[in-house]
């Protein structure tokens, strides 16, 4: 019989409602059946695209004999924590509090007031390879719930306490080049130098690291920096984390080399890699970035938008045939698709052996040389390589088109389709893509329009009509900062009124009136209150809402010509830099921030009857330059609602910019060349 997830409206949950475990929702109601029964809760937290949430479901969850024990024992409590960042936050921290590391699934143990009293992430259903079996330790901890009470109570009091204290320890740090040149050169010293990226394996891509390095390097002409992010992204794009047929890069890869990948596709990491590789191409000028960014937004258009314009959540991993097989390729396969001799240059481009990369004597698709060098190696021309090279990928993606496809989580986020839009409006200001800006705002209309609650309030998620709860720090922050981007590609004023209204918000359901040092909380007003309340400036798989939140203040600030805003956005990065002096990989984006606001902020005014194709303008925009802002109108104005923008000559009914800084406006520029000087000094 199905359980009480049979009326939820996330996929994850929908997966588990015919499990035979009596499956309970968040809400109150768990707290009074725990306390009633004076039971212990047992929380369950995952996703859908989530490999070893699966793997952990079909072992125990839909086992018989280990469902009656979770519920003669427990009251047991499953959790998208893609619905619910803030539950998954705070026990995610309990059980790296408890055991060192985590992951989902997530497992926590409760008391009936949901304090943690352990916890852990996957366990298979009968011990092996030195794991607990998770009978056993169901069993384990039933008896000491109904035995040694007192000593769970004291351990979970003592946890709690030590989370809280944690939550309350915020140090701040004054934004100097120094603090920030001393974090990147921390971080340089992370880098895997022959494959790129962060450290050893299992190897995430680390998107606000990277953009932090690239923007050091861009502030400072640190080749070290600039060479670091180039070689991430080379090795990404050509390894197996980057799909190397239908575009979409893989949530993380298990080894160094990025070879293998886990193979969930993810909005998230999606929306931050296109960010990362137009600006890296931006400052590089190398087109191979650019290439890859284009093969993943045409991913995302073609398979990850709604009919509404919204952006899906995920895509498993799994099929019937099992993780990664729709993926992965044997050596017979490319011959079957291609025929012996196209089936032969596949393999030699795509890495594919006999032996194979992958479980099963499968290969995930790699590229381990330039189509300059297998031309070379060929004796052929690079035009022609390339011909037969789209043959190919064309003839092997109708192939893998008959395979069973991965599910999609077709929930809309609002925070990842802020991610988006975010980039897909910098990446078509610097690269003149009209069909990435066209999709951007058909995303921000959704999100602000049908994403609002009867109230005009945010919600966190949509899916089929239905609605999720409230929305939180980072669901109002990044699509604050996306209209700000929004604006700055076409300068409608819609999108800077959004900015200021959804930030306006933002500052009354998350903060604390008249206390700007203090972190803003994830959770507002309209949410519910948990055990820890949550002011996070570290930084997870996406920026934290912190930084989020300081990063739209300082560009706000600049444009509508508010100080207050400024000071704001500089007292959060203050907390964000306390960290980054012994862990700076944990506050990649509010190093970011700090690397805006170093060196002071300066506002480019520019004037061009032309419109947004005059070159003073593309030149103002198109310069990775930290701490700049980007005003445009086709004339003079009397009043606007930038205040800089007005009052400014156009001498003779020539274009002009001026360069603006401490409330102070250079002399008129009328060429691209003396423009970008200026922005260099």
């Known amino acids: 019989m199905p359980n009480a997830l049979r009326e939820s409206n996330s996929p994850y949950l929908l997966q588990h409602a015919d499990n035979p475990v009596e499956w309970m929702e968040w809400g109150s109601p768990v707290f009074e059946t725990a306390r009633s029964l004076d ?21 125990s969850f839909e086992n018989n004999e280990i469902a009656a024990v979770m519920n003669e024992n427990f009251v047991n409590v499953k959790v998208d924590r893609e619905e619910r960042p803030d539950i998954d936050a705070v ?9 060192g590391h985590g992951g989902w699934p997530l497992t926590v143990f409760l008391t009936p007031a949901g304090e943690p009293f352990y916890g852990g992430t996957y366990f298979p259903p009968t011990s092996r390879h030195g794991m607990v079996g998770f009978e056993e330790l169901l069993m384990g901890v039933a ?118 990948p886990h193979f969930e596709k993810m909005l998230y990491d999606n929306a931050q890699l296109i960010d990362l590789l137009v600006a890296t191409w931006s400052v590089t000028g190398h087109d191979r970035f650019l290439a890859v960014a284009d093969g993943v937004v045409d991913w995302a258009l073609s398979e990850m938008v709604g009919p509404e314009g ?22 017979a396969e490319l011959d079957d698709a291609l025929g012996a001799e196209l089936g032969a240059l596949a393999a030699t481009w795509y890495g594919v052996s006999d032996h194979g990369t992958f479980e099963r004597g499968r290969s995930v698709l790699t590229r381990s040389r330039s189509a300059d060098q297998l031309a070379a190696d060929r004796g052929v021309s690079t035009e022609a390589l390339h011909a037969d090279l ?37 990446g078509a200001v610097l690269t003149g893509r009209e069909k990435w800006l066209e999709a951007a705002r058909r995303a921000a ?50 999108w800077l009124e959004a900015a200021w209204s959804l930030t306006r918000t933002g500052l009354d359901r998350f903060g604390d009136d008249g206390e700007p040092g203090v972190l803003l909380r994830r959770s507002g007003t309209l949410h519910e209150t948990l055990i820890i309340e949550e002011r996070e400036i570290g930084d997870g798989s996406t920026p934290s809402g912190n930084a989020l939140a300081a990063d739209v203040l300082w560009r706000l600030g600049a444009l509508l010509q508010d100080p207050g805003l400024i000071e704001r956005s500089e007292r959060i990065v203050e907390h964000g830099l306390a ?42 925009r198109g310069a990775l330059t930290p701490g700049v802002v980007v005003a445009w109108s086709p004339g003079p104005v009397e009043s606007h609602m930038v205040p800089w923008l007005a009052g400014r000559p156009m001498p003779n009914g020539r274009p002009v910019a001026y360069v603006c800084s401490d409330m102070t406006c250079g002399p008129p520029i009328h060429d691209t060349l003396d423009l970008l000087a200026a922005l260099r000094v």
């Open 91 to 99: 026990y995610m921290n309990a059980v790296q509090a408890m055991t």
């Open 310 to 331: 919204g952006f899906f959540a995920t895509q498993d991993a799994d099929t019937s045939d099992g993780e990664g097989y729709f993926f992965s390729w044997s050596r």
């Open 39 to 59: 039971r212990p809760i047992l929380l369950s937290i995952g996703y859908s695209a989530c490999h070893w949430c699966h793997v952990m479901a079909h072992e």
């Open 445 to 494: 209309d959704f999100v602000l329009g049908p994403m609002r609650d009867s109230d005009g309030e945010l919600v966190h998620s949509w899916r089929e009509g239905r609605s999720g709860g409230p929305a939180f720090l980072e669901d109002y922050m990044v699509m604050a900062r996306a209209a700000v981007s929004l604006w700055n590609a076409d300068f409608d004023p819609q």
């Open 390 to 426: 789209e043959v190919i990928r064309s003839r092997l993606l109708d192939a893998r088109d008959r395979r069973e496809r991965p599910a999609t989580d077709t929930k809309v986020v609002t925070e990842w389709n802020g991610l988006m839009i975010d980039a897909l409006a910098r």
């Open 143 to 260: 008896e000491a719930w109904r035995g040694r009470r007192d000593e769970v109570q004291a351990s979970a009091e003592g946890l709690v306490g030590l989370l809280r204290k944690s939550a309350a320890s915020k140090a701040q740090v004054a934004i100097t080049r120094d603090a920030i040149d001393r974090a990147a050169h921390a971080m340089l010293r992370s880098i895997d130098q022959m494959h790129g990226g962060f450290g050893g394996h299992p190897k995430f891509p680390n998107a606000a690291n990277l953009r932090f390095l690239l923007m050091h390097g861009a502030r400072t002409g640190d080749p070290n920096a600039i060479a670091a992010v180039s070689a991430a992204m080379d090795g990404m794009s050509a390894g197996g984390i980057l799909d190397q047929l239908g575009g979409g890069f893989h949530r993380y890869s298990v080894d160094a080399s990025w070879t293998v």
């Open 579 to 620: 960290i980054a002096a012994n862990t700076p990989l944990a506050v990649g984006a509010s190093l970011s921030v700090a690397t805006e606001l170093v060196d002071g902020i300066r506002e480019i005014a520019v004037f061009s009857p032309g419109g947004h194709d005059d070159p003073l303008l593309r030149a103002a």
